[in-house]
T-cell receptor, first 115, second 111 residues
Framework: GAVVSQHPSRVICKSGTSVKIECRSL??????MFWYRQFPKQSLMLMAT?????????EQGVEKDKFLINHASLTLSTLTVTSAHPEDSSFYIC???????????FGEGSRLTVL | SQQGEEDPQALSIQEGENATMNCSYK?????LQWYRQNSGRGLVHLIL?????REKHSGRLRVTLDTSKKSSSLLITASRAADTASYFC???????????FGSGTQLTVLP
């Protein structure tokens, strides 16, 4: 199946710094990507829908100035956690929708730890 | 927000036994999908069942869908230790392009 790559897989940062996570569709073009957040032993919560060439659509309760999403090309979406705090520590997962069938493929996730 | 609940939250069985997980959802759906997630990893798509289907098989997996009860079940037959993972159902509804996930079941298969 299609491959979605996330980078980095793990990142540790100090409180107050910003962290960028990349999501790439390796063998297909994705006009739409999705960003999820997952706390330990919990389900995935949709944060935002990333649309190539336009602004992301954020879910209710997700701060758009806190979680900056950029989908500058058909194969890359980035999530930047700005001024990170310990409560932002979580597992962030992206998914990308393939054209045609619209099937979703998920990245391996990025574990963010904010000290 | 989560579409629904899964039960049990955790299930522990012996290798060779069957594992059944249930998922309930709240709104009308186009399809329902099951995913598997190993600890600390991404999601792997297992199977999709459309709203007009009642049962679907894939290898050792059997999925049922009851739209009148807004529920689905995932059966894993002849379980193996390697099946240990979290299993999530996810629904796609209306014109929504994203998936809404259930709360998940943590399956442990003991060797």
């Amino acid at each position: 199946g299609a491959v979605v790559s996330q980078h980095p897989s793990r990142v540790i940062c100090k409180s107050g710094t910003s962290v960028k996570i990349e999501c790439r569709s390796l063998d297909f073009q994705a006009t739409t990507m999705f960003w999820y957040r997952q706390f330990p032993k919990q389900s995935l919560m949709l944060m935002a829908t990333s649309n190539e060439g336009s602004k992301a659509t954020y879910e209710q309760g997700v701060e758009k100035d806190k979680f900056l999403i950029n989908h500058a090309s058909l194969t890359l979406s980035t999530l930047t956690v700005t001024s990170a705090h310990p409560e932002d520590s979580s597992f962030y997962i992206c998914s990308a929708r393939t054209p045609g069938t619209g099937e979703l493929f998920f990245g391996e996730g990025s574990r963010l730890t904010v000290l | 927000s989560q579409q629904g609940e899964e039960d049990p939250q955790a299930l522990s069985i012996q290798e060779g036994e069957n594992a059944t997980m249930n998922c309930s959802y709240k709104t009308s759906i186009n399809n329902l999908q099951w995913y598997r997630q190993n600890s600390g990893r991404g999601l792997v798509h297992l199977i999709l069942i459309r709203s007009n289907e009642r049962e679907k098989h894939s290898g050792r997996l059997r999925v049922t869908l009851d739209t009148s009860k807004k529920s689905s079940s995932l059966l894993i037959t002849a379980s193996r230790a390697a099946d240990t993972a979290s299993y999530f159902c996810a629904t796609a509804s209306g014109s929504a392009r994203q998936l809404t996930f259930g709360s998940g079941t943590q399956l442990t298969v003991l060797p």
